[in-house]
């Protein structure tokens, strides 16, 4: 018993010490501190993401060696594109970038995967308009992301394959021919 009166009595100390004017003020201080940092650091890393989002274009070339792919498919060149989220900040003009980029490459095959607009295709239609000049001796491919979903991919997939982009959902398609061939699939 005299253990819980002493632990209430310090309890009763804590709270009056707590409620006078010095730390109200300090706590005040400190949380409007914590606010500013918190509110500093979300801008600074907003702003590091817009500055990113509307650099330059990140390109990697990246050697696959496969044991058993076919000699004759050897140097076969795939351009991958992702993640180009064309919409209210990347219009037409990137877009327009993004295919003279991957056409300077010389591509056998283009595979856009996924999150490729932010926005209906009645509102992007002019947008992503370059997309058909893309080229590649194998074709242009598609396979949806989350943002085709949340942008109306059922809107969306017929409006692509009007620029020449076949959608693959949940199927196959072969490249190439007899011996020198892989499949090549799209899941949604």
Same mark, same amino acid.
């Given at each position: ?24 003020? %300090? ?10 940092? +918190?509110?500093?650091? &979300? &801008? ?37 594109? &992702?993640?180009? !989220? ?13 295919? &003279? ?30 997309? +058909?000049?893309?080229?590649?001796? !194998? ?7 989350? !943002? ?20 693959? %959902? ?19």
């Amino acid at each position: 018993l005299l253990g819980t009166l002493a632990c209430a009595d310090v309890a009763r100390a804590a709270g009056r010490a707590a409620m006078s004017p010095i730390n109200a003020e %300090r706590r005040t201080f400190l949380a409007r501190l914590l606010g500013g940092a +918190a509110a500093a650091i &979300t &801008t600074a890393a907003g702003a590091i993401g817009v500055r990113a989002a509307l650099g330059p274009i990140a390109g990697r070339d990246v050697r696959v060696r496969l044991a058993r792919l076919p000699r004759a498919l050897d140097g076969l060149t795939i351009v991958q594109l &992702t993640d180009l !989220h064309v919409g209210p900040t990347l219009g037409r003009a990137f877009v327009a970038e993004v295919v &003279t980029r991957t056409n300077a490459l010389t591509p056998d095959l283009v595979a856009i995967t996924g999150d490729l607009v932010d926005g209906s295709p009645e509102r992007l239609q002019d947008a992503v308009a370059p997309l +058909a000049e893309l080229r590649a001796r !194998h074709g242009v491919y598609f396979v949806t992301g989350n !943002h085709e979903y949340y942008s109306g991919a059922d809107a969306w997939l017929p409006a692509l394959a009007r620029l020449g982009i076949r959608t693959l %959902r949940n199927e196959r398609v072969t490249i190439g021919a007899g011996a020198a061939a892989f499949d090549l699939a799209g899941v949604d």
